[in-house]
Nanobody
Framework: QVPVVESGGGLVQSGGSLRLSCTSS????????IGWFRQAPGKEREGIAC????????SYADSAKDRFTIFRDSERKTVFLQMNDLNPDDTAVYFC???????????????????WGQGTQVTVSS
Protein backbone atom coordinates (compact mmCIF):
# COMPACT_ATOMS: atom_id res chain seq x y z
CA GLN A 1 0.00 0.00 0.00
CA VAL A 2 1.47 3.29 -1.13
CA PRO A 3 0.67 6.76 0.24
CA VAL A 4 -1.35 7.79 -2.79
CA VAL A 5 -2.89 5.67 -5.53
CA GLU A 6 -3.83 6.61 -9.07
CA SER A 7 -6.53 4.92 -11.08
CA GLY A 8 -8.42 5.44 -14.31
CA GLY A 9 -5.66 4.99 -16.82
CA GLY A 10 -6.08 2.89 -19.90
CA LEU A 11 -6.31 2.93 -23.67
CA VAL A 12 -8.37 5.58 -25.40
CA GLN A 13 -8.74 6.76 -28.97
CA SER A 14 -7.50 10.12 -30.12
CA GLY A 15 -10.10 12.76 -29.35
CA GLY A 16 -11.51 10.77 -26.48
CA SER A 17 -11.66 11.49 -22.77
CA LEU A 18 -10.37 9.89 -19.62
CA ARG A 19 -10.73 10.68 -15.95
CA LEU A 20 -7.95 9.85 -13.52
CA SER A 21 -8.46 9.57 -9.77
CA CYS A 22 -6.07 10.10 -6.89
CA THR A 23 -6.91 8.63 -3.51
CA SER A 24 -5.17 7.64 -0.29
CA SER A 25 -5.93 5.35 2.62
CA UNK A 26 -2.98 6.79 4.52
CA UNK A 27 -3.19 10.51 3.93
CA UNK A 28 -6.08 12.92 4.31
CA UNK A 29 -5.82 14.47 0.90
CA UNK A 30 -7.79 17.56 1.84
CA UNK A 31 -4.73 18.59 3.86
CA UNK A 32 -2.43 18.33 0.86
CA UNK A 33 -1.92 20.11 -2.34
CA ILE A 34 -2.18 17.60 -5.15
CA GLY A 35 -0.26 17.58 -8.37
CA TRP A 36 -0.58 15.48 -11.48
CA PHE A 37 2.61 14.70 -13.35
CA ARG A 38 3.36 12.58 -16.37
CA GLN A 39 6.37 10.97 -17.93
CA ALA A 40 6.58 9.68 -21.47
CA PRO A 41 9.31 7.26 -22.59
CA GLY A 42 12.56 9.09 -23.17
CA LYS A 43 11.29 12.30 -21.62
CA GLU A 44 11.60 13.81 -18.19
CA ARG A 45 8.64 13.99 -15.89
CA GLU A 46 6.53 17.12 -16.19
CA GLY A 47 3.87 18.68 -14.04
CA ILE A 48 0.58 19.15 -15.84
CA ALA A 49 -1.94 20.23 -13.21
CA CYS A 50 -2.18 20.93 -9.50
CA UNK A 51 -4.63 22.09 -6.86
CA UNK A 52 -3.86 23.61 -3.46
CA UNK A 53 -5.21 22.15 -0.22
CA UNK A 54 -7.03 25.09 1.38
CA UNK A 55 -7.80 27.65 -1.28
CA UNK A 56 -8.35 25.22 -4.13
CA UNK A 57 -6.20 27.30 -6.43
CA UNK A 58 -5.26 25.43 -9.59
CA SER A 59 -2.45 25.65 -12.09
CA TYR A 60 -2.03 24.02 -15.46
CA ALA A 61 0.78 23.40 -17.86
CA ASP A 62 0.33 24.83 -21.33
CA SER A 63 -0.08 21.32 -22.69
CA ALA A 64 -3.08 20.77 -20.41
CA LYS A 65 -4.71 24.18 -20.62
CA ASP A 66 -8.29 24.12 -21.95
CA ARG A 67 -8.27 20.34 -22.18
CA PHE A 68 -7.59 19.08 -18.66
CA THR A 69 -9.36 19.95 -15.42
CA ILE A 70 -8.24 19.13 -11.89
CA PHE A 71 -10.81 19.11 -9.11
CA ARG A 72 -11.73 17.49 -5.81
CA ASP A 73 -14.91 15.64 -4.98
CA SER A 74 -17.41 17.18 -2.57
CA GLU A 75 -15.84 15.47 0.45
CA ARG A 76 -12.34 16.39 -0.71
CA LYS A 77 -11.25 12.77 -0.42
CA THR A 78 -10.48 12.26 -4.08
CA VAL A 79 -8.70 14.40 -6.62
CA PHE A 80 -9.60 13.95 -10.25
CA LEU A 81 -7.93 14.85 -13.48
CA GLN A 82 -10.45 15.10 -16.29
CA MET A 83 -8.70 14.82 -19.62
CA ASN A 84 -10.53 15.72 -22.81
CA ASP A 85 -9.49 15.90 -26.46
CA LEU A 86 -6.70 13.46 -25.87
CA ASN A 87 -4.04 12.95 -28.50
CA PRO A 88 -1.09 10.57 -28.82
CA ASP A 89 1.22 13.16 -27.28
CA ASP A 90 -0.67 12.62 -24.02
CA THR A 91 0.54 9.03 -23.85
CA ALA A 92 2.53 8.69 -20.64
CA VAL A 93 2.59 7.31 -17.15
CA TYR A 94 0.59 9.67 -14.98
CA PHE A 95 1.52 10.23 -11.35
CA CYS A 96 -0.37 11.76 -8.48
CA UNK A 97 1.66 13.50 -5.80
CA UNK A 98 0.82 15.19 -2.49
CA UNK A 99 2.39 18.31 -1.01
CA UNK A 100 1.95 19.27 2.66
CA UNK A 101 2.93 22.89 1.99
CA UNK A 102 0.68 23.84 -0.92
CA UNK A 103 -2.02 25.51 1.15
CA UNK A 104 -2.82 28.69 -0.75
CA UNK A 105 -1.27 27.93 -4.09
CA UNK A 106 0.42 25.06 -5.85
CA UNK A 107 3.23 24.65 -8.30
CA UNK A 108 4.06 22.25 -11.07
CA UNK A 109 7.63 21.65 -9.99
CA UNK A 110 8.35 18.47 -8.07
CA UNK A 111 10.09 19.97 -5.03
CA UNK A 112 7.07 20.45 -2.72
CA UNK A 113 5.67 16.99 -3.36
CA UNK A 114 6.82 14.44 -0.81
CA UNK A 115 4.35 11.64 -1.47
CA TRP A 116 4.07 9.96 -4.82
CA GLY A 117 1.91 7.28 -6.33
CA GLN A 118 3.26 4.52 -8.53
CA GLY A 119 1.65 5.84 -11.67
CA THR A 120 -1.05 4.76 -14.08
CA GLN A 121 -0.52 4.25 -17.79
CA VAL A 122 -2.47 6.35 -20.26
CA THR A 123 -2.20 5.36 -23.91
CA VAL A 124 -3.86 7.36 -26.67
CA SER A 125 -4.14 5.67 -30.04
CA SER A 126 -4.45 7.41 -33.37
Amino acid sequence: QVPVVESGGGLVQSGGSLRLSCTSSELILSYYGIGWFRQAPGKEREGIACISSVSGTTSYADSAKDRFTIFRDSERKTVFLQMNDLNPDDTAVYFCAASPTSLKACELGESPYGHWGQGTQVTVSS
